[in-house]
């Protein structure tokens, strides 16, 4: 071959190159994907996005943030969102009032909370009377309030109110303001406090005599969606499990794209809320059937 055909050879060789980019680009399934938290352990949906393992997969997500899993349930259900973040509680109070969610994975099945109060509350009996901050009824931060509460030994809205007032950042912040006395929390949180208001951990879920299971960063879909687009499903899934390995071995990487969501992220917050949620992240995003069924058992007590 002359370097006539060479040439030739190669500038063909870069054009096809360039049609199959082009088509691959095309080919980008467009999908809307919500996460419900801007904390280090929900992450992994952002992760997923920003390291471009989504697109890696062949879908054009359109990532949007929805700050309670009770709301990001309804929006799932109403198909505003194709695939979402939510935990098991969210899925199970929505099956058993009519709704078709189904988990397809997750990628943490423990509740991993600690109650943080103010200083002066040393004792569960100086909790009584006093109010503990949520994001909504019905979230995860609900059932880790009133599991941490139970472990206490004191009754969930009886000795000790719960009230709706937001993220991880709106907590803190009301936390600061004396609004409330305490919130749950997922390890590292204390960092966000503003102004470093003394505090205290008055219960962890990991001193509990074994770990609550609970189906918790999950990816949450209709069964009539999934009956239509499982490879679409299926590829959202691929994206996570690859995010889920970046988080484990890109601490710096990981940590960048958390302070990029997460306001007021600083360094004790990133560096301790990165070492709790790496250890308990599944290589492999299984929903557990013993987690499930707690859910679906508590959905139904408290279903009219």
């Known amino acids: 071959m002359n370097d006539r055909s060479r040439s030739c050879a190669r500038l063909l060789s870069a054009i096809l190159l360039s049609l199959i980019a082009v088509s691959t680009v095309s080919a980008q399934e467009k999908i809307r994907v919500a996460y419900s938290s801007t904390d280090t352990i929900n992450q992994v949906w952002t992760v997923a996005y920003d390291a471009g393992f989504f697109k890696k997969h062949g879908l054009d997500v359109d ?10 349930i309804a929006a799932i259900v109403a198909q505003d969102v194709q695939v979402g ?8 109070n929505a099956a058993v009032r009519g709704a ?20 002066s509350i040393k004792s569960p009996e100086d909790l009584k009377g006093k109010s ?53 929390s997922p390890p590292g949180n204390v960092y966000l406090i503003p102004g470093g208001l003394p505090h205290r951990i008055l219960a962890n879920m990991a001193d509990l005599p074994k770990p609550y299971p609970l189906p918790f960063i999950c990816a949450v879909t209709t069964k009539s969606y999934l009956a239509k687009k499982r490879d679409t499903v299926k590829r959202v899934l691929m994206a996570l499990i690859e995010a889920t390995h970046y988080f484990k071995t890109n601490k710096e990487g990981t940590q960048k794209i958390v302070a990029k969501y997460l306001r007021g992220a600083n360094k004790m917050y990133l560096d301790s809320s990165y070492q709790s949620t790496a250890k308990i992240l599944e290589r492999v995003p299984y929903t557990t059937r013993e987690g499930m069924k707690i859910q679906l058992d508590e959905a139904l007590k408290q279903s009219p």
């Open 132 to 184: 503990i901050g949520i994001s909504r009824f019905g979230s995860v931060s609900d059932v880790a309030a009133r599991e941490l509460i139970k472990g206490l030994g004191l009754k969930p809205m009886e000795d000790v109110k719960i009230l709706q007032v937001g993220g991880a950042s709106e907590r803190a912040a009301g936390f600061s303001r004396g609004v409330i006395a305490g919130f749950p």
């Open 100 to 119: 078709d969610t189904v988990s397809v994975g997750c990628a943490i099945n423990i509740l991993a909370y600690e109650l943080v109060v103010l200083d």
């Open 85 to 92: 973040n939510a935990a098991g509680s969210g899925v199970a």
């Open 63 to 72: 990532l949007v943030y929805i700050g309670s899993t009770t709301v990001g």
